[in-house]
């Protein structure tokens, strides 16, 4: 464990930083390092020691080599924006503040369709700079926005394995990675991708020369260094859009048929984003204040499974095409494409535009009430298709054990708990599958409970042999031993990258002395 | 039950009652920037003032409420500290934080903000940048260090008719011009245009003159809230006795103070001047008969009729209707106006951070507007963006002075 | 016999362990006389665990390829196991509706698509393919044809044998084979670095690959073009429309070869467009790639070599002929064929006697171009590509010298990993980490 964590050492280390970084960059206050504490997780806050604000590579690197010269733990953070506590600093030691002044977009570059931006670049700000440009005739271009509110950092979304909402079409955010640049555990700056390669610049691909080393910082919470910039690909976005939601026509089996829909619409390719949400999260979606009915009691009349599909086209008549193949399906699989102008004008009012298209900046607004309760409980794993419904219902008993009131008036609707299948993965090969229900943070009650129902929750996905789709809620511990040899040669990585354990110790159980 | 409805500037109550709000922040980051529909580069995106300048999380609301979930623990989890103190003192009350949150979360940031203030101010004193005008508002009724006699002089040097004395005549409307009018010489013009837009209008208007008292805000925006509640009933005293059936001001904050923390006290109904005017512009009694030249306009849309009372369209409506005058917006307007920095104390408290945050306006006027004047309706925002554009070729200019200049002789 | 062919005998059983020069010669291209190197043919991955754990023991290098014949050099090591896939041929596992397949190392692209076919399902064919195992193919990261639609590797999960001879199942089979097939570990993404890797972490025995639909619609357009450049503007904007899965331009030269056509009455370029999908959809494309290409001012050869069609269906190999490929932007492909002309100038040749050959890359922002040229000039003129710019992704030889001396801190990590995973160096020693 990191030794330098005593007040003499860490003096030294906050002068060695303020001379490097400027004083007005670095400090050891107490209302600074309890600003930078929490966040809204199950997990409980800790402070750190000191907190730093860099401006670039060089200044990361300098506070790394100051930090590994005085053993102190290192902890990054973008927004501070996530579902796993992973900045909050377990150790304490240096808090490194990444968005507050590296927010540049770098390059924009139509021809080859990148983007490189540092980690304070938002995504409404990637969404909107790459909207701007056209790649050819009048196809602007975006990137793959994440799945997150328009104000969390791009990069911290697509190096933490964000979600995008076109996965289905291109595949996760890693796969849209070009290059990066690290500054690891010891000091040192290492870039990867193409544009590590002299005189080649960036090409839009997702590696760069023989073995492909970018993958050991994805998903690695910090613990083997810190990104400083990221290059990704964007993709022609078509400038029309059609948005539906449907429901199967008989609710009985309704999860069933919604999957089968996401599997056929999956492999013909041609929907931009396709999410099977749940009431409860419709409900949350809805953000006018001034709705006479109470949440939970709305849930009983939306749709238990909606499945929202959004197709683009250059034309009216590429869309035309596109929604009679997408009824075809619908119809075969016992669905049907709801009354856009009814539900959806009201779960949609107040955004100019269609989910995820210009209202792609739009998502940081809608995904922003569902926070209305308290805290956002969200947990979710990569499982293929046929374990989906039994894990379903699995998971509306533990609710029914571990979360619903025992008052048999409010219904586990009521509880707007639910499930949603994002992704899918390109072609429908594995699915995003996610359980929902959120938790008053005030009520101490309520977070014993969800911490609860958080733990139960993860083990039943692990039986499914469904891995959780990132470090989520320090749950690592679940996890990670069933991974055999991954577990090892993770755990090797972790000492011959970082032996003294700086970089974030203990986000996750990779060394042998970790409790 | 979240209160969905939660209004700017009103009902704000003791700390304790925003622990549940600090807790249920889940640092999502929508307060730090404008509205993500219309974010359009990578410029001109931020929009927390305190923020912007000082870059550390706890001057953003995220980091507030940090502090107010630390300060209301049982026992605290902070003590004094100056970075404390400046966290708490730097937000300039803008409301952009809280106009965004409510909606979603049902959290009052603002408020909450506002009562850290004036728990921040019972429990370590207030502080001595904000002694003296504390000082100057209970000595002199404003909080410009100036002896109230003066507060009628502007009035006396209107020759080409006569200002009622609301006190001494009844009057339908009185206007209340406020103290920076009456004592700032930058913003005496303002007070002469709108006695003069009133009277071409016909209105049968008056003004206290020196027997005027400032509206509270300032005391209430820094944290003084005891003497804020002192001001109110006496202020609602005198000016109900007036009989008057509208009170008419060119003042962003006291239209904000009147018209919110003071609501539901008043016998009439409180307008801001530059809704008048669009009035009466419709209604065609004013007339612009000069033409000015090489205006190229924006507008600054000032916190406290914008977010705070919704007034976007009536002063842009009266800015376009001018001749000669070219208009552009900047990105950052409307409800997602980023303040001009002063507001809240923070003038007095961190004049650095308030030149600091005027600048960057003045620069998102340069280089997203192309822009030579910026304009406004606020006499603070007038203030400290003309004090940012001192010396360089930018002028900022209330909306009045424009009118009146255009209304020729 | 000496003990270490007794246990290779063990492990592999006799007739499994190769020794005679004849029959070591066959894994290289040019003939080897006195060896004391062993070629090795496991069936299954019991079996290359023994073969690394004895390596280990005994302290000899083991070598892989996934360029069918091993590299000439390693014919000079006087010991060292060869391991050839060809018996670990079987299809494990197919999951149609899941669309992948789970195969061993030693099936080829034609063995696999034979069953793929009868399923409704496809692989995507390499452009460059210097392997018939479509494991090698796969992992090694050889192009695509689909390239502009599908850029990126298109292996998921590996089962992997390591230095020490443990296995790894990399992503999500690490927890599961059942539940899962995504590439992603539980942590971090370690497991990435065995693509591309030429199995210098460990030795892959097995992956899931990708494997796409076989839609209702299938449509191949052609068009001919004078210049170069009207072709690759083509092939550029088509996959920017998202329009087509194949954008592809080739010289006559390529298309005869490939086609098995005579390249007489060919225009100088041929772009081929490939559409699939359903049939609606299809037709409306073709109708506005044939709008843009009336614009463009291209001849348009569809029916004269509709029967070519074939040629965007398999692999393109490049094991008898070598193929100099490497990626760059559309707008720098006159920069490598002028080097690229001069050194076959001072070779007596030009580039009208070479195959060549051009893909749309991730939605037309990047293109491969393939050379076929004799192998000695490959190394050469790639070396004078990478002081220009021109990006090779699994450099070999003199090519991954002159790239990895320009770039120092990556060679550094990966000799990290290198030395972490195989502390013996006994894999595939001589690949420069």
New interface residues.
């Given amino acids: 464990m990191p030794t330098g964590i005593n007040t003499e050492n860490l003096a030294i280390v906050l002068e060695k930083l303020q001379n490097a970084i400027g004083k007005q960059w670095v400090s050891d206050d107490p209302a600074h390092l309890a600003s930078y504490s929490r966040d809204f997780t199950i997990v409980p806050g800790r402070w750190p020691n000191i907190v730093v604000l860099p401006g670039s590579t060089e200044d990361v690197q300098k506070i790394i080599k100051i930090a590994a010269e005085h053993e102190v733990p290192v902890v990054p953070m973008s927004t501070g924006f996530n579902h796993g506590g992973l900045c909050i600093p377990l150790h304490g030691g240096i808090m490194v503040d990444l968005i507050k002044r590296m927010d540049k977009v770098l390059n924009l570059d139509e021809e080859t369709l990148t983007i490189t931006i540092q980690p304070g670049v938002r995504n409404a700000v990637t969404y909107a700079m790459a909207n701007h440009r056209c790649c050819v005739d009048d196809v602007p271009m975006a990137a793959a926005v994440s799945l997150s509110m328009g104000s969390t950092s791009t990069l911290a979304n697509y190096i933490g394995r964000g979600i995008p909402g076109s996965e289905v079409k291109y595949g996760d955010s890693t796969e849209a990675i070009v290059g990066m640049t690290w500054v690891l555990p010891d000091g040192e700056i290492l870039k990867t991708g193409t544009p590590a390669v002299p005189n080649v610049g960036i090409i839009p691909i997702a590696y760069g020369p023989g073995p492909d080393i970018g993958g050991m910082f994805i998903n690695a919470s910090g613990m083997f260094g810190i990104c400083t910039e990221i290059t990704i690909k964007l993709f022609p976005e078509k400038g029309k859009e059609r948005l539906y939601i449907f429901d199967a026509k008989v609710k009985e089996r309704s999860l069933e048929k919604a999957l089968e829909f996401l599997i056929q619409l999956s492999q013909q390719a041609l929907a931009e984003f396709i999410y099977k949400s749940h009431g409860g999260q419709t409900v949350n979606m809805i953000i006018d204040p001034d709705n006479p009915y109470p949440p939970g009691a709305m849930c009983e009349f939306l749709p238990e499974d909606p499945v929202i599909v959004s197709i683009l086209g250059e034309t009216e008549e590429e869309l035309d095409i596109k929604e009679e193949i997408l009824m075809d399906l619908a119809a075969e699989c016992g669905l049907y494409a709801l009354d856009m102008k009814g539900l959806t004008e009201q779960i949609f009012k107040g955004a100019p535009n269609p989910f995820e298209r210009k209202a792609r900046s739009q998502i940081g607004k809608a995904i922003g009430s569902v926070l209305r309760r308290g805290a956002f409980q969200w947990y979710s794993c990569n499982v293929k298709a046929d374990p989906i419904p039994e894990m379903a219902s699995k998971f509306f008993r533990l609710v029914e054990k571990y979360w619903k009131p025992t008052d048999p008036k409010i219904s586990r609707h009521a509880t707007m708990s639910g499930t949603d299948i994002q992704g899918p993965h390109p072609f429908a090969r594995n699915f995003m599958f996610e359980v929902d229900f959120w938790w008053d943070q005030a009520n101490p009650e309520d977070v014993k409970r969800a911490a609860v129902l958080l733990r139960k929750t993860g083990e039943l996905i692990l039986e499914h042999g469904a891995q959780p789709w990132r470090n989520m809620y320090r749950h690592g511990e679940l996890h990670l031993p069933r991974l055999g040899t991954y577990l090892d040669i993770l755990k090797q990585t972790k000492r011959e990258f970082d032996p003294n354990n700086l970089m974030h110790p203990d986000i996750e159980p990779v060394t042998d002395d970790y409790i | 039950m979240?209160d969905?409805?939660a209004k700017l500037g009103r009902n704000v109550g003791q700390l304790i009652q925003y622990?549940?709000d600090a807790?249920?922040?889940?640092?999502?980051?929508?307060c730090?920037?404008i509205?993500?529909?219309d974010?359009?580069?990578?410029q001109f995106?931020d929009n927390c003032p305190s923020?912007i300048f000082h870059?550390?999380?706890?001057f953003y609301p995220?980091?507030?409420h940090?502090?107010i979930?630390?300060l209301t623990a049982d026992p605290p989890?902070?003590?004094y500290?100056?970075?404390?103190h400046k966290?708490i003192f730097t937000c300039t009350g803008c409301g952009y934080c809280q106009n965004l949150c409510n909606?979603?979360?049902?959290l009052q940031p603002t408020n909450s903000f506002q009562s850290l203030k004036d728990f921040a101010n019972r429990k370590w004193g207030v502080r001595s940048e904000h002694n003296a005008l504390i000082q100057s508002i209970i000595n002199y009724d404003n909080p410009w260090l100036s002896p109230r006699k003066p507060r009628g002089t502007w009035a006396r040097k209107v020759k080409d008719f006569k200002i009622k004395d609301a006190g001494k005549e009844k009057v339908e409307v009185l206007y209340f011009p406020g103290c920076n009018a009456a004592y700032v010489a930058e913003i005496n013009p303002v007070a002469k245009a709108t006695a003069r837009i009133l009277h071409l209008a016909g209105i049968d208007f008056g003004i206290l003159g020196e027997k005027e008292r400032c509206c509270g805000s300032t005391a209430f925006r820094v944290g003084a809230v005891d003497m804020f509640e002192n001001y109110r009933r006496e202020n609602i005293r005198q000016l109900n006795a007036l009989g008057v059936k509208t009170m008419v001001t060119a003042c962003a904050g006291c239209h904000s103070t009147f018209a919110h923390c003071y609501a539901g006290d008043l016998d009439f109904e409180v307008v801001h001047i530059v809704e008048y005017i669009e009035r009466l512009i419709q209604q065609g009694k004013l007339k612009f008969r000069k033409e000015l030249k090489d205006v190229r306009a924006t507008y600054h849309d000032p916190c406290h009729i914008g977010r705070y009372s919704k007034i976007y369209d009536a002063p842009r409506n009266v800015l376009k209707a001018i001749p000669g005058v070219t208009f552009k917006e900047m990105v950052r307007i409307k409800e997602n106006s980023l303040c001009c920095g002063s507001g809240g104390g923070v003038k007095s408290f961190d004049p650095n951070m308030a030149l600091g945050v005027a600048s960057i306006r003045l620069e998102e006027a340069r280089l997203a507007a192309g822009a030579n004047t910026v304009v406004s309706c606020c006499p603070f925002c007038e203030i400290n963006l003309g004090h940012a554009a001192a010396g360089g070729d930018m002028k900022v200019v209330d909306l009045l002075q424009l009118v009146s200049e255009a209304m020729g002789e | 016999m000496s003990t270490l062919d007794q246990r290779l005998i063990a492990a592999v059983g006799e007739e499994n362990v190769l020794k005679d020069p004849a029959k070591i010669s066959s894994f290289f291209r040019q003939p080897v006389e006195k060896t004391g190197l062993r070629a090795l043919l496991p069936e299954k991955v019991e079996e290359v665990q023994s073969i690394v754990k004895l390596a280990r023991e005994e302290r000899l290098p083991v070598f892989t390829t996934y360029d069918s014949f091993f590299r000439q050099e390693v014919s000079s090591h006087k010991a060292g196991l060869l391991i050839d896939f060809r018996r670990m041929n079987k299809i494990e596992r197919m999951e149609p509706r899941g669309m992948v397949v789970h195969v061993q190392r030693g099936v080829t692209y034609e063995q696999l698509t034979e069953e793929t076919k009868k399923n409704g399902i496809k692989l995507l064919p390499a452009a460059a393919a210097t392997s018939r195992s479509v494991v090698e193919q796969s992992v090694n990261r050889a192009v695509n044809l689909r390239a502009a639609r599908f850029p990126d590797a298109t292996v998921a999960n590996m089962k992997v044998v390591l230095a020490d001879g443990r296995i790894h199942l990399t992503g999500t089979h690490a927890l599961s084979e059942e539940g899962a097939n995504v590439a992603h570990d539980g942590s971090a993404d370690l497991s990435r670095w065995y693509v591309g890797a030429d199995d210098m972490f460990g030795i892959v025995t097995r992956a899931t690959i990708n494997v796409y639909p076989i839609w209702e619609e299938r449509k191949v357009c052609f068009f001919g073009f004078e210049q170069l450049e009207g072709a690759c503007a083509l092939i550029r904007d088509i996959p920017r429309h998202e329009w087509a899965l194949e954008n592809i331009a080739l010289n006559k030269k390529a298309l005869a070869r490939l086609a098995g056509i005579n390249e007489k009455g060919l225009p100088p370029w041929v772009a081929v467009i490939g559409l699939e999908g359903k049939k609606k959809l299809v037709d409306y494309y073709e109708k506005q790639v044939y709008d843009l290409v009336g614009r463009k001012g291209a001849s348009n050869l569809t029916s004269k070599l509709g029967e070519s069609a074939a040629i965007i269906e398999r692999p393109w190999y490049a094991i008898d002929q070598p193929c100099l490929g490497f990626y760059t932007t559309f707008k720098r492909i006159g920069e490598f064929d002028e080097v690229i002309e001069a050194s076959l100038k001072d070779a007596g040749s030009s580039l009208d006697d070479v195959s060549r050959k051009v893909i749309s890359v991730a939605s037309g922002g990047a293109v491969w171009l393939g050379y076929d040229l004799p192998a000695e000039m490959c190394e050469k003129v790639g070396v004078r590509l990478v002081d220009r710019g021109a990006f090779f992704d699994r450099p070999t030889g003199k090519l991954s010298e002159a790239v990895y001396s320009k770039m120092d801190a990556f060679v550094r990590h990966v000799k990290r990993i290198k030395n972490m995973m195989d502390p013996g160096n006994l894999l595939n020693p001589g690949i420069p980490f």
């Fill in positions: 979240v969905l409805k622990r549940n807790w249920k922040c889940v640092r999502c980051g929508l730090r920037m509205d993500t529909a974010v359009t580069s990578d995106v923020g870059k550390f999380e706890t995220a980091g507030r940090e502090l979930r630390c989890e902070l003590g500290t100056e970075v404390l966290a909606s979603f979360k049902g």
